[in-house]
């Protein structure tokens, strides 16, 4: 008897381990069938765009042959899609700064992958690069929807630089293509931005140093390469406008003079209330979990007189701007050329 309860006893043990390989193959293939389908959808996906295009193609040479003219309006009308969204700590466009990676370095937001592009996949590997470029629409333009753009403007710089050399208040322009205005015919911008974290599985990548509002469509994304992006100056020229009167001038020229930031008691008290009601303040929390984080930040948009270039002009001295996604409203005077204090953050 003892004998054949050891042989059953065995043939159960037998049995479960069985069961268990089993399982366990059957698991093994379901994840080799995803992957296998996932491939094949990738391949898929690739081959109908080839397709796509091949028909675009055929049907652009065919234009062109029958009639040239056409042919020019056919070419400049290509179909891409939205790949994705920021979510940003600027509300609007107005007072958000703009190439503000050197000087509003703390700005921060995040991209947000649509999905149908498999970001598990197309992300890999962007964690080994520091920066990243981002190729996007200037979706809250005032001029969407015309049907006539001026192909001349009138960038801030341009007649600042006027000013000192006439001191005139005759309005200069100049042509679209030589400037970085957002009023384009394709309403397109460029900017580059620092890379803090990727989240492939979930489509996330945390960036900072960026001048996007909330809800910007993002067409593309590439990573800074230095080797390629990072030209020496002195291959480098620019337009006379955008240099120093002196002969010792640098790139850093450019880049917007800082302004002294003062806070009143009124002001750092209700930034204290910021993070005792923290369920008010979702978005400040998400990208600033201290007080001094938050703090930096606002003095960095701050410093750099986030006023328009019609403000400027009517040297109007009270302002405010509006931060994570409004759940902010920054107050400050413009005390002179040198200093602007921060009354209140509500």
């Not at 962007?126 to 200037?138: A, D, K, M, N, Q």
């Not at 333009?141 to 015309?146: E, H, I, L, R, V």
């Not at 460029?190 to 989240?199: F, L, T």
């Not at 979990?289 to 400027?312: C, G, H, M, N, W």
């Amino acid at each position: 008897m003892i004998w054949i309860s050891i042989i059953i006893l065995c043939c159960m043990v037998l049995s479960i381990a069985c069961l268990l390989l089993y399982r366990k193959w059957k698991q093994t293939v379901r994840l080799l069938e995803h992957e296998k389908q996932n491939r094949k959808d990738d391949r898929t996906g690739r081959i109908r765009a080839e397709q796509k295009n091949a028909q675009l193609l055929a049907q652009l040479q065919t234009t062109s042959s029958s009639n040239p003219s056409k042919s020019e309006e056919s070419d400049s009308k290509i179909p891409f899609d939205i790949i994705g969204k920021v979510e940003s700590v600027f509300s609007q466009k107005n007072g958000t700064p703009r190439q503000p990676l050197f000087y509003v370095p703390d700005a921060k937001g995040r991209i947000s992958i649509f999905k149908k592009f498999q970001p598990l996949y197309s992300l890999d590997g962007l964690e080994e690069f520091s920066h990243l470029w981002i190729l996007f629409i200037f979706h809250q333009n005032t001029n969407q929807g015309k049907e006539t753009i001026s192909p001349k403007v009138t960038p801030p710089r341009l007649f600042d630089h006027q000013l000192k050399k006439e001191n005139s208040g005759k309005k200069p322009t100049i042509g679209m293509f030589a400037t970085r205005t957002p009023h384009r015919y394709n309403p397109i911008g460029i900017s580059c931005v620092k890379i803090d974290h990727v989240d492939a599985k979930n489509g996330l990548i945390q960036i900072s140093g960026l001048d996007l509002v909330h809800g910007t469509p993002i067409v593309d994304i590439k990573p800074y390469i230095s080797g390629y992006d990072n030209l020496p100056p002195s291959m480098v020229r620019n337009a006379a406008w955008l240099q120093s009167d002196t002969e010792d001038s640098s790139p850093w020229d450019s880049v917007p003079k800082r302004k002294s930031i003062t806070w009143n008691a009124l002001a750092l008290q209700q930034l204290e209330h910021i993070f005792v009601e923290k369920d008010d303040y979702p978005t400040v929390h998400l990208f600033y979990p201290t007080k001094t984080e938050l703090q930096t930040f606002i003095s960095q948009v701050v410093s750099y007189d986030t006023r328009s270039f019609a403000q400027k002009q009517k040297q109007a001295t009270e302002q405010s701007v509006h931060l994570c996604r409004d759940e902010l409203c920054i107050q400050f005077t413009i005390l002179d050329a040198d200093t602007i204090a921060i009354s209140k953050v509500v």
